[in-house]
């Protein structure tokens, strides 16, 4: 009776899988058979991994012209005739996605005003329109809203999916350009130059122009950076890299008091920058400052020393700054330079040394987190009893790279203790007298 009811349950357990793949089999037939259905699926499923956020209340550039282009598309559809008609699917971040009929000629432009407009995380530099064949083809709501005589948008046969993505970046712009707002920006457009192009350049007239500009942090919006423009152009600013939500504000006057740090190796825009004081080293060390292949576990901060030409090194690693690790961040000073290493430039130069009293003395490489015992037990250990070492820890002075040195106490690094024990740093070199 026990196997009977076995094999009974086992055989509805196939004929359910065998229900559920028909199943599935069907839908996929379904959307095949359907003008929009399978490119709907395979763009909505697309759309949801985008995950876009709404930064602003206001209204951001070319809202206002797209709302008044509606109210006239609207009684422009109420006189239209069956016959006169297309169909278009409109899917994505849109205020009501669905299948429309558009007047002919029907529009890219046409189709988004159907279907409300993009939401607020919807974008309107991004408008993708697919054929029967998916052939895609995309459009710029700006190239309208500059223009808004003109629809130069793709026209529509009927037939077509019309997918609206999440917003890449939106930056606010407020005082003396002649289009201040707030901006969409592509991923290739997320520099000073390109918002400031967008907001029509600077308003003439004013002798002296500042930027300033402000960042969403997990603390809170900081103000970042005070620059003063030379003959009010941007020069080297332009490439200044914009995040999501950052707030630039053009102001006449002189820039206000802060630090001037350098930012030197595989940053996306090296050269120095103005910021405001007390400027934390995450606000300019992150994913969109740094090119891609830099060294994450090692870089540096070169620090002046009582106002002289001497440099005192200051270690970090730009992966904890990044993850935010407690007690990795530190406040940068007025004329700090940060040096971060690109991966293969540092796998080379990375090493440690260790000289005298030991079995294998040499260079060998540098690890994150290495310690004095650990290059000590990579030499073999002593080969003599010893009490005291040197560690030789370089600094640069005069833009010249030189040592300066302190006494260790060897027993109780090998005895690990953590006061002496100390981590070393890519260069250090151990003598062991």
């Known amino acids: 009776m026990h196997k009977r009811n076995s094999r009974t349950a086992r055989h509805l357990k196939l004929i359910f899988f065998l229900s559920l793949v028909t199943a599935i089999f069907s839908m996929s037939a379904m959307f095949d058979s359907s003008p929009f259905g399978f490119r709907v699926a395979t763009a909505a499923g697309k759309i949801l991994t985008e995950k876009s956020e709404k930064v602003f209340a206001e209204p951001r550039f070319g809202q206002e012209v797209l ?44 189709a988004v005003m159907s279907a409300g407009g993009p939401s607020d995380v919807g974008s309107m530099r991004v408008i ?58 592509m991923e290739s457009e997320k520099s000073l130059g390109w918002l400031v192009k967008f907001a029509g350049g600077f308003k003439k007239g004013n002798e002296q122009l500042r930027v300033e500009i402000y960042r969403n942090f997990s603390s809170g919006r900081r103000h970042l950076v005070s620059h003063q423009l030379s003959s009010n152009k941007l020069n080297e600013l332009a490439e200044f890299p914009l995040e999501n939500g ?9 820039a206000s008091s802060g630090a001037e740090i350098e930012l030197n190796g595989h940053f996306r825009y090296p050269g120095k ?23 994450s576990e090692y870089a540096e901060v070169l620090r002046v ?13 730009p992966k904890r700054i990044i993850d935010k690790e407690k007690g990795a961040d530190f406040v940068l000073e007025d004329g700090d330079r940060i040096v971060v290493f690109s991966r293969e430039t540092f796998n080379e130069m990375a090493k440690v040394a260790i000289e005298g009293a030991v079995k294998s003395a040499g260079i060998y490489p540098w690890r994150e987190g290495m310690t004095l015992s650990d290059l000590i037990d990579l030499a073999g250990g002593l080969d003599r009893a010893t009490k005291a070492a040197e560690l030789s820890k370089r600094q640069i002075v005069d833009g010249r790279l030189i040592s300066k040195s302190v006494i260790i106490d060897l027993e109780k690094v090998l005895a690990g203790d953590p006061r002496y024990n100390t981590r070393l740093d890519p260069f250090d070199i151990l003598i062991c007298n």
Do not use: H
């Open 67 to 110: 709302k008044k282009s509606m109210a006239d598309f609207k009684k422009l559809q109420t006189r239209c005739e069956p016959d006169e008609a297309v169909s278009v699917c409109v899917v994505g971040e849109v205020n009501f996605p669905g299948q429309y009929q558009n007047c002919r000629p029907a529009t890219a432009l046409s």
């Open 128 to 185: 993708r329109v697919f054929d029967e064949n998916d052939f895609c083809r995309e459009y710029d709501l700006y190239d309208f809203f500059l223009a808004p005589e003109k629809d130069n948008s793709p026209v529509l046969r009927g037939g077509e999916t019309v997918v609206i993505p999440g917003i890449s970046a939106l930056v606010k712009i407020v005082g003396l350009v002649n289009r201040p707002a707030i901006y969409e920006l």
């Open 246 to 254: 950052d707030v630039i504000e053009i102001c006449s006057g002189e």
């Open 273 to 295: 920058v103005m910021v405001k004081s007390r400027t934390w080293l995450s606000e300019l060390v992150n994913n969109s400052a740094l090119m891609y292949g830099y060294a």
């Open 305 to 317: 020393e009582n106002g002289s030409e001497e440099y005192r090194v200051i270690a970090f690693s």
